[in-house]
């Protein structure tokens, strides 16, 4: 009986893997989008244009954060931070939210956020992007390349939310004898666990 599931469950992530792999080339097909000049604020409330955020490099990472307030955003967020290095090897890689700029700041150094942040609050950035809906605003990433003349263009884009492919804590508790049993971030947890964590 054992085998047989195994072989089942091997059988399904294979095509999974294939599945996958058939978006991200789909992905790779949808036509460039050329994005007007934007300027967002920096920790310091400095203006700063998409294409500064660049840092040197031809392909920028930028997650769209919903801020200090989304327990979800927040834990996707403490995920980015060891990946940053990783990243780094490939393109830029920025948080931008809706929150002001002071408390932006305040909010990832309370988290040990290692990466750039930035403030699109009152503009229509988010909006323009496409995270926006109903409900307000939506987390998700957007990857932009920069080309010789400056332009900006979006090649890439997808929404965030969980069992995604950008957040490893839904797929380690899949595995769980309850799997994820109706789970759900915190903002805050005891101090115990805090210690735990620090550990």
Same mark, same amino acid.
């Given at each position: 009986m054992t085998h047989?599931? /195994?072989h089942q469950i091997h059988k399904l992530e294979s095509k999974i893997r294939?599945?996958?792999g058939q978006l991200a080339? $789909?992905?790779r097909e949808r036509p460039k *989008? $050329?994005?007007q000049r934007y300027e967002l604020?920096?920790?310091r409330c400095r203006r700063v244009t998409l294409a500064e955020m660049f840092d040197g490099k031809d392909r920028l990472i930028l997650i769209h954060n919903m801020g200090k307030s989304c327990a979800f955003c927040t834990m996707w967020a403490d995920g980015f931070a060891g990946l940053v290095p990783h990243l780094l090897s490939r393109a830029a890689f920025v948080v931008v939210s809706n929150d002001a700029p002071d408390a932006q700041t305040a909010f990832a150094t309370s988290r040990g956020w290692p990466f750039a942040m930035y403030s699109a609050q009152g503009t229509t950035f988010f909006r323009d992007m496409g995270f926006v809906d =109903? /409900? +307000?605003w939506m987390p998700g990433v957007s990857v932009f *390349?920069?080309?010789? =003349? +400056? /332009?900006v263009y979006r090649v890439g884009s997808a929404e965030f939310g969980p069992g995604d492919n950008f957040c490893a804590v839904w797929h380690f508790f899949e595995? $769980?004898?309850e799997g994820i049993d109706g789970w759900g971030p915190r903002l805050q947890y005891s101090d115990d666990l805090v210690e735990v964590m620090k550990t």
């Open positions: 047989s599931i /195994d294939d599945i996958k080339a $789909l992905r *989008e $050329l994005v604020l920096d920790s =109903n /409900d +307000g *390349e920069r080309t010789a =003349n +400056g /332009d595995l $769980l004898p």
